[in-house]
Every structure is written in structure tokens, then in C-alpha cells.
Nanobody, 127 residues
């Protein structure tokens, strides 16, 4: 059974930075493809960034491209999201997610394609 636990959320002023972490545990987790999603109140979860087994498989939503960086340490089963130049519109609950890399087009960041989820960590950016 896979378990994902996020941390690192908090409150920051616009222009500031936060680093989210996700500790992953469970059989075979190092071979999973992983992602960060966020959710605004009353809205569906939207994909923010994703990464496969290799670091050159990172990809981003247009809204965060150039500001956020996803990375992972497969040896320690850790996933990160470095968030720089934060904006008030980045305020949301952020979730770590994992899926089998054999899932068709996992890189498209469709929430329904990810079967493992963390409990979320809140990020609040004030203007």
C-alpha cells in the first residue's frame, strides 16, 4: 500500500518562496510517476507539475512554468516542489500524487489518472 505525506505549506507574501515535500512509502514507489496538484475551494484539482522516473521528464502547467520546479530523490522516496515568485493566485491546497508510469498519457496531469494521494498541505500567498 502506498502512502504519501506532504509538508512544507504555509503563509507567505507575494514574491516569496516555499518548498513542499512529499514522503512516499510503499512497495515499488520509486518506480512510480509522480505529480503535484492543487485545488481551490469548490473547484476540481488541477495539475501543477509532474515527473517520471528520470529528472528530464519534468513538466509544468503554463501557470507555474518558470516559477516552480519539481524534483525527486528516488533513493529516499522524496518528492519536492520548489515554488518561487509566488502569487496570490497560487493560494490553494497542494497535493502529492502518484501513478503507475504505464498509465496512458500520465504526463497530461489528469487527476483521475493518479490513484495515490496525500492529505494535502495548504499554501497561502498574501498580496
Amino acid at each position: 500500500q502506498v502512502q504519501l505525506v506532504e509538508s512544507g505549506g504555509g503563509s507567505v507574501q507575494a514574491g516569496g518562496s516555499l518548498r513542499l515535500s512529499c514522503v512516499a512509502s510503499g512497495y515499488g514507489i520509486s518506480s512510480y510517476c509522480m505529480a503535484w496538484f492543487r485545488q481551490y475551494p469548490g473547484k476540481e484539482r488541477e495539475g501543477v507539475a509532474r515527473i517520471g522516473r528520470a529528472s528530464n521528464t519534468a513538466g509544468y502547467a503554463d501557470s507555474v512554468k518558470g516559477r516552480f520546479t519539481i524534483s525527486r530523490d528516488r533513493t529516499k522516496s522524496l518528492l519536492y516542489l520548489q515554488m518561487n515568485s509566488l502569487k496570490p493566485e497560487d493560494t490553494a491546497m497542494y497535493y502529492c500524487a502518484a501513478t503507475d508510469c504505464s498509465v496512458y498519457k500520465w504526463w497530461l496531469l489528469v487527476a483521475g489518472d493518479y490513484k495515490e494521494w496525500g492529505q494535502g498541505t495548504q499554501v497561502t500567498v498574501s498580496s
